[in-house]
């Protein structure tokens, strides 16, 4: 260890210096978000059992959706339901968890893969507003109306802590009944995290 370590006063002082600036550095990355820290490895919990409509749904395995990497992304996990198999335009419901190594690499996430920017290319999206009140430390909500006839999407895109979680609805259903839906899911994924 004392091969390392400058022999000058100067060089001391430096060194010393240069790990002071690191420490605060390290600090003020994590120091803003570091209240909103939720249980680690339990994104999984954070899914919803069932879409909340009284229609039945078929749900399909959970699986890793191996999407766009993210930077500071550790595990993601997606539960997806259809109302019709034959005919997947009868209407859609996907839940996404994400965590990340800390609430701070998942509020950079938030902010840079919102659904908004990721689904631009499919048609006209734009932010809408919602009556749900979730705790979550960040939210937003946006409507994709499609270029290619398939219904409007509905997305929630919400963070608790190092959570990243997004809900979409698509497909033939109101516009009313798909808000209702989402509203209602947010406020079940919301109970899920009081629960962790």
């Given at each position: 260890m004392k091969r390392f370590m400058p022999k000058s006063r100067l060089g001391r002082a430096l060194a010393v210096g240069l790990g002071m600036i690191i420490l605060i550095g390290v600090s003020l990355w994590n120091l803003p978000l570091a209240t909103q820290w939720q249980p680690r490895g339990r994104g999984a919990e954070l899914l919803?059992?069932?879409p909340p409509t009284a229609v039945p749904w078929e749900r399909k395995p959970d699986k890793d959706p191996g999407a766009p990497y993210m930077r500071g992304l550790k595990s993601r996990v997606e539960r997806l339901f259809q109302q019709d198999n034959s005919d997947p335009l009868t209407g859609t419901f996907i839940q996404t968890v994400m965590e990340f190594d800390s609430p701070t690499w998942a509020w950079l996430a938030f902010r840079d893969g919102s659904p908004e920017k990721r689904y631009a290319q499919y048609g006209e999206i734009g932010q809408?507003?919602?009556?749900?009140?979730?705790?979550?430390?960040?939210?937003?909500y946006f409507c994709l109306r499609s270029d290619d006839g398939g219904g409007d999407r509905r997305y929630s895109w919400l963070r608790y802590g190092q959570y990243l979680v997004e809900i979409e609805i698509a497909g033939r259903i109101s516009a009313e009944t798909s808000s209702r839906m989402l509203e209602q899911s947010v406020t079940e994924t919301d109970e899920s995290v009081r629960r962790l």
């Open positions: 919803l059992q069932a809408i507003r919602s009556d749900a009140n979730p705790e979550a430390d960040d939210q937003r």
